[in-house]
């Protein structure tokens, strides 16, 4: 089955840039969803096929797909930025939906 | 605006059932593919389901086909989730999920719902 891989944890400053990555055999070629999850709550989308926003997600979400990895980009890191983040795929060899394990994102 | 409404969640002995159901409204139900995702306590997310519009193609996570089902009725916009033979690694959040813009079956969940607690416990 196809495997996302995630850092289990990523921390920056306030005012920073975070990059959260998802790796994946050759995770370039499909389209990845990226969701945020804070406590309690339940996940929000926040970049759909690679690098699109939902509206309503400021512009200091991006994102970037080549290659094996995915890329979530964070700039200008806010208080308000912590949470869980996941990437998410449809494999479609398997016809499976297949989430990564999940980066819990600290603002120092 | 889009709004999804689980129900259905609860105690439940291993080996038991459960039915989950999902209101849908403000989208064009009919033509959205939706989706199951589940959350054990302190854990990631896990997807469960998809079935598209039609009610026609439905996939499933390999550990569960054979114990879940998942059915849709789009006369009365509501998703379901069938759960047999319950086990204690069932237990978790379980949220209904939409492609709320009629994309395709890779399309992102736009929508989440805000989750049913299912405890499988004896």
């Known amino acids: 089955s196809y495997v996302l891989t995630q850092s289990p944890s990523v921390s920056v400053a306030p005012g920073q840039t975070a990059r959260i990555t998802c790796g994946g055999n050759n995770i370039g070629s499909k389209s990845v969803h990226w969701y945020q999850q804070k406590p309690g709550q339940a996940p929000v989308l926040v970049v759909h096929d690679d690098s699109d926003r939902p509206s309503g997600i400021p512009e200091r979400f991006s994102g970037s797909n080549s290659g094996n990895t995915a890329t979530l980009t964070i700039s200008r890191v806010e208080a308000g930025d912590e949470a869980d983040y996941y990437c998410q795929l449809w494999e479609s060899r398997s016809d499976k939906g297949v989430f990564g394990g999940g980066t819990k994102l600290t603002v120092l | 605006q889009v709004q999804l409404v689980e129900s259905g969640g609860g105690l439940v002995k291993p080996g038991g059932s459960l039915r989950l159901s999902c209101a849908a409204s403000g989208f064009n139900f009919s033509d959205c593919f939706m989706t199951w995702v589940r959350q054990a306590p302190g854990k990631g997310l896990e997807w469960i389901s998809i079935?598209?519009?039609?009610?026609?193609?439905?996939y499933y996570r390999d550990s569960l086909k054979g114990r879940f089902t998942i059915s849709r009725d789009n006369a009365e916009n509501s998703l379901y989730l069938q759960m047999n033979s319950l086990r204690v690694e069932d237990t978790g959040v379980y949220y209904c999920?939409?492609?709320?813009?009629?994309?395709?079956?890779?399309?992102?969940?736009?929508?989440w719902g805000q989750g049913a607690l299912v405890t499988v416990s004896s």
């Open positions: 999920t939409a492609a709320s813009d009629g994309g395709n079956i890779r399309s992102a969940f736009d929508s």
């Open positions: 079935i598209s519009g039609s009610g026609d193609s439905m």
